[in-house]
């Protein structure tokens, strides 16, 4: 078992930044490539930023040029960097990890994974 566990939520003003952590604990070696998933009140879950099999990263389009992704394998940790923040950009967000490596096409595929943390809430007020 994979547990996960995200932190650095926050309410911020349109325009700010925030990290997000997500720290893989347990049986790690069983799982692959994470990634960052966002659900709005009312909304589908969706992909965010990901990593694919080849170390690729990949970002919804709401989110390129504004989100980074960054990883510390030593620490099991995944970082999104998220400027520029909009109103939009509110939700809770989760981490989520693969048991195999997803090819670049499916990285954002909520369906891909099969670990996932708890959330983490990000308020944006304009």
């Known amino acids: 078992q994979v547990q996960l566990e995200e932190s650095g939520g926050d309410s911020v003003q349109s325009g700010g930044s925030l990290r997000l952590s997500c720290t893989a604990s347990?049986?790690?070696?069983?799982?692959?490539?994470m990634a960052w998933f966002r659900q709005a009140p009312g909304k589908e879950r969706e992909g965010v930023a990901g990593?694919?099999?080849?170390?690729?990263?990949k970002y919804a389009d709401s989110v390129k040029g504004r989100f980074t992704l960054s990883q510390d394998k030593a620490k099991n940790t995944l970082y999104l960097q998220m400027n520029n923040l909009k109103a939009e950009d509110t939700a809770v967000y989760f981490c989520?990890?693969?048991?195999?490596?997803?090819?670049?096409?499916?990285?954002?595929?909520?369906?891909?994974?099969?670990?996932w943390g708890q959330g983490t809430q990000v308020t944006v007020s304009s």
């Open positions: 989520a990890a693969a048991k195999r490596c997803p090819a670049y096409a499916l990285v954002l595929k909520r369906d891909w994974y099969y670990y």
């Open positions: 347990g049986d790690t070696s069983t799982s692959g490539c």
């Open positions: 990593l694919s099999m080849y170390s690729a990263q």
